[in-house]
């Protein structure tokens, strides 16, 4: 008998993302046929919540915005799927890809990563500081935890839920990638990387502040290694 494949929810973690989520959710219910698609609304003022409940999501709003870290955290706790795959709410990552990680999560792997530098950015889809600066902090996670990735800070991935049942999250904000690839290391998960475009924000501007979440991230990457040793 041939096993059936695992349940999945796509995860994403959006605040005032109205004008591209309700195509995020419609894009991800197609690449994941039978799957649920799960936004947490991270007190979004603009009417997130509405438009991803009516292109098909299953929605949670939280009262006020609290960051990426916990909205993630809060969803994780809430998906329904054997794997979760987490994927940001801009519409900057393409999700008609999912099935990439999905076919690289084998059973011996804990954790796909979407790695937009083995994979390509588009014209306008990262400045030229966030570009080094992510550079920067994967060299620092490759030297201190012995790795050999290329993407530290991407937010596509797909992970199995009993993987992060080892894991103890604590991010409240963009440090959470960061947090849960360490996490899923230091419990001993084997850790790919797959190639996936990144393309520009449809709308808006991104809420990375890019010197102070870079400090909280590199922060929580010593922190990590400090209590590992």
Do not use: C
Not at 120 to 146: C, D, K, M, Q, Y
Not at 169 to 189: K, N, P, Q, S, T
Not at 200 to 213: I, K, V, W
């Amino acid at each position: 008998m041939t096993e059936s494949p695992p349940s999945v929810t796509v995860l994403v973690a959006a605040y005032n993302e109205a004008p591209v989520i309700g195509n995020v959710v419609r894009d991800a219910l197609r690449a994941v046929p039978g799957g649920e698609v799960l936004v947490v609304d991270d007190g979004s003022t603009d009417g997130t919540a509405g438009v991803a409940t009516d292109a098909g999501a299953r929605v949670i709003e939280l009262s006020a915005n609290s960051g990426k870290g916990l909205a993630v955290r809060k969803g994780l706790i809430e998906a329904h799927g054997q794997v979760i795959v987490l994927i940001d709410g801009d519409g900057q990552d393409d999700a008609t890809e999912i099935p990439r990680l999905l076919e690289a999560l084998r059973p011996d792997v804990d954790l796909v990563v979407g790695s937009r530098f083995i994979g390509r950015f588009e014209p306008g889809a990262i400045t030229p500081f966030n570009h080094w600066g992510n550079r920067f902090l994967t060299w620092v996670i490759n030297r201190l935890f012995s790795t050999a990735l290329t993407d530290t800070q991407a937010g596509f991935k797909a992970v199995r839920t009993q993987t992060l049942r080892r894991v103890n999250l604590r991010a409240h904000r963009f440090d959470i990638e960061v947090d849960l690839l360490l996490g899923v290391l230091r419990a001993g998960g084997h850790v790919v990387e797959v190639p996936v475009r990144r393309g520009p924000r449809q709308h808006g501007e991104s809420r990375l502040n890019s010197l102070l979440d870079g400090a909280r991230i590199l922060r929580r990457i010593v922190a990590l290694r400090v209590s590992a040793s």
